[in-house]
């Protein structure tokens, strides 16, 4: 179980839980269009067979994994089925279900995959014998995810494939391409067409495309460490490939429109807001003493060594002073990895050559070679929460303690760097979206501009919405997203299926009658766990 340790985290949850029993919450109006019709028409455009093609928002993941008796039966390409339904559309939409309770998220502490310990869904969870909140994970079903689809693949009108990049969707689901078991599983053509052609030749008269969201989400979900998400995340990369596909969609079926999407502001998700890295670590002046004392020696030496290394111009003043570590009693900053500062590791080597470091010391300044402490501005993201304070060797602390004594991995971290690299790109690859379709879209696409759209809602939220409350969380009944913060729940899902149908209707001069949150389940509540 993720516990809420931090002041931070269990604040949140505490006033979010209780909120309801101690004053009655004010709820901002939405602005919407007026959509109070059950009905709708569609315009210039033919709803007759929708398709839809995307990552991890348009299948359906959330909690952590894809999962049919979760969020799947209302992924973004079902909502707007749903919708266009009420305009002329078909009844049917057709998916590939996973058919699994629980999903599939990872191998687990083993790291082999099909063992016991391999991670599913995430919940929110009690503790039965200390009553603490806080996420827990369910046994993940590997099995799901290699079991071909028992359904039609002919019939499929959902082509979304989570954990797949835009690039992957232009090519084979074979080798020499990474193969993706989301895919394989429902794959008509065995590995010999791409996904994205076979949405293109599935005789669809309309199609939703939200190519390139998943590049970006998965980057910032992962750090920006380009180990352990290789693929690069560069407008000059997804930007042609966008391109080459809405070239692909428009010449493949001359007839038929659509509609695409840009990338949201992930940033402003539930699952990079509640941590303060500059805040996250206390060290009480009494309980704490010997720790206190610990980490002063640390700082003592490596922020010795860093001021030497300025002096002989190794490093800059300016990288020296951003890296002096410093531990005080109250709240502290994270202790973080930093990829692009100055890797010390052969300074102090000379160090020990010269006589100026025993073989000890040096090892004992290893982990710092690239460490800081985390500044404002940067962010540090939900499953942070499951490392920081843990033993970097279970049960001995004078191993290092992660965002304590020991910097936190930068798969859990982004640096200013990071996200002002991650920033510009997206709202470059944005800006290519918009001009490719303008380009090359035969004035057959819509686009629907979801940059600014989970920042919005921040702000409007807690709202009622078609007589629905809805609340910026992921916290039942009202939030709009998943327990995994990162992916809504089928009530977010609605609200980008609307945005969606806004763009259709604006392009189109069509009147598709917006979805309802209140039609669709939130998040489940909390279950009881050891």
Partial sequence: M?????????????????ACEQEQTEFKALPAPDMSSSSGESGSADFSKFVSIGGAYTAGFGDGGLLHSGLQ??????????QL???GGSSTFVQPDINSENGYFGAGDDGVAGTSDDEGRWFLSVSRSTGE????????????VGT?????????????VGKQTLGQFLVPNAAPYPVNPYYARFDAS???VSSMAQMIGSGGTFFMAWLGAYDFLAHYARGGDENVFPEPTAATVVGPQFEQAVQAMVAGNPTWKGVVGTVPDVLASPFFQLIDPTASIPLDATDDAATLGQLAQLAGAYNQTVDGFAAQSLITSTEAAMRKLSWSAGVNALLVFDADLTDLGPYWDGMVLANQLTAEQRAMLEPYKQARMAKDGEIAHLLASSVIGTNVVEGDPTKGVFGVSAPLPDVYFLTGSELTYLETQRLTFNGMIKQAVATYGDGRIAVADFDGFFANLAGTMPATIDGTVVEYSFLPPTGMWSVDGLLPNGRGYTLMANKFIDAINNTFGATVPHGSPGDVPGTRLPATVD
């Fill in 148 to 160: 071909p689809y028992q359904g039609d693949m002919t019939a499929i009108q959902n082509f979304a």
């Fill in 85 to 87: 339904a009420k305009a």
């Fill in 73 to 82: 039966p209302y992924s973004v390409g079902r909502m707007i089925a749903v």
């Fill in 2 to 18: 993720i516990k809420f340790k931090s002041i931070f985290l269990t604040l949140v949850l505490t006033v979010s839980f209780f």
């Fill in 133 to 144: 909140q806080g996420i827990s994970r369910a046994p993940g079903d590997y099995a799901s």
């Fill in 190 to 192: 065995s590995g010999t």
